[in-house]
Nanobody, 120 residues
């Protein structure tokens, strides 16, 4: 199971770092993805980091602003979010998959999510 944390209220242009901690299994055996769901919208893939070479994927709207990383010693994956925009407002989730993609159907073991609100 995953536990997401680090969300909150931030002004446009601000930064947050989300954490995705795993309990009961070892993160390094999986690709880990971050997803988000805004009110009234479907859940979308934001980023993914592979289990092998650390390669990453980003959806176009966050490229250059968000950075995904993993610390296998802490069994945790992070999402550093900079230059936040109001349209980044959503509940953010992490999940695991055998390999990297941004497709929700490829992932399982979803956490409860953490709310990110970008507003002045």
């Amino acid at each position: 199971q995953f536990v997401e944390s680090g969300g909150g209220l931030v002004q446009p242009g601000g930064s947050l770092r989300l954490s995705c901690a795993a309990s009961g299994f070892t993160l390094e055996h999986f690709a880990i993805g971050w997803f988000r769901q805004a009110p009234g919208q479907e859940r979308e893939g934001v980023s993914c980091i592979s289990k092998t070479d650390g390669s990453t994927l980003y959806t176009d709207s966050v490229k250059g602003r968000f950075t995904i990383s993993r610390d296998n010693a802490k069994n945790t994956v992070y999402l550093q979010m900079n230059s936040l925009k109001p349209e980044d407002t959503a509940v953010y989730y992490c999940a695991a998959a055998p390999s990297c993609s941004l497709w929700e159907a490829d992932f399982g073991s979803w956490g409860q999510g953490t709310q990110v609100t970008v507003s002045s």
